[in-house]
C-alpha cells in the first residue's frame, strides 16, 4: 500500500504526468509513459530502467 499523500505528489519522471497506484500488482502505473514503476516494501522505485513496460490492449 502507498500513502495516498504521496501519490498526490509523486509525477512520471519522464512524463511528468499522473501516477495511478495499482494495488493488486503494488505498482505506480504511468499511462501516457506505458509503464508501470514497482513499489517495494512501499517505496516507489521511480527509475526508467525498474519500470515495467505495460502491454497494449488490443
Known sequence: MIDRELLDILL????????RYDSETDELISEKAGLAY???????????????????EA
Open 12 to 19: 512520471c519522471p519522464l512524463t511528468l504526468g499522473p501516477l
Open 38 to 56: 514497482p513499489v517495494r516494501e512501499g517505496i516507489p522505485v521511480m527509475l526508467p530502467e525498474e519500470a515495467r513496460k505495460l502491454e497494449a
